[in-house]
C-alpha cells in the first residue's frame, strides 16, 4: 500500500504560480510512475503531468506544456507540480496518483490516490 498527501493548494490570483507536492509513505516512491490530475467543477477528472519511476521522462496535457512542470524527488519520496500563469479555468482539486502499469495518461491504471488539494485561481 502507497498512502498519498498532496499539499500546497489554496487560492491565487490570475498569472500567478503554485507548487504542489505529493508525499508517499509506505512504500518507496520510486516504484512508481508518478501523475498529477484535475477534477474541475462539473468535470470529470483528467491527465495533468506524469513522469516515469526515474523521473527522466516526463508528460504533460498538451493545453498545459509550459505551464507546469512535474519533478520527483524519490529520495524524499514526494512529487511535485510547478504551475505557473495560472488561469481561472486551472481552479480544480488536484490529485496525485500513483501506477506500476499502463498507459500513464489513463486515470484507470492508477492504484493510489490522494486525498486531492484544491486550487483556486481568481481573475
Known amino acids: 500500500q502507497v498512502q498519498l498527501v498532496e499539499s500546497g493548494g489554496g487560492l491565487v490570483q490570475a498569472g500567478g504560480s503554485l507548487r504542489l507536492s505529493c508525499a508517499a509513505s509506505?512504500?518507496?516512491?520510486?516504484?512508481?510512475?508518478m501523475a498529477w490530475f484535475r477534477q474541475g467543477p462539473g468535470r470529470e477528472r483528467e491527465f495533468v503531468a506524469g513522469a516515469t519511476w526515474s523521473g527522466n521522462n516526463t508528460y504533460y496535457a498538451d493545453s498545459l506544456k509550459g505551464r507546469f512542470t512535474i519533478s520527483r524527488d524519490n529520495a524524499k519520496n514526494t512529487v511535485y507540480l510547478q504551475m505557473n500563469s495560472l488561469k481561472p479555468e486551472d481552479t480544480a482539486v488536484y490529485y496525485c496518483?500513483?501506477?506500476?502499469?499502463?498507459?500513464?495518461?489513463?486515470?484507470?491504471?492508477?492504484?493510489?490516490w490522494g486525498q486531492g488539494t484544491q486550487v483556486t485561481v481568481s481573475s
Open positions: 496518483a500513483a501506477r506500476l502499469t499502463g498507459k500513464l495518461t489513463d486515470k484507470a491504471n492508477y492504484a493510489y
Open positions: 509506505g512504500r518507496p516512491l520510486s516504484n512508481y510512475a
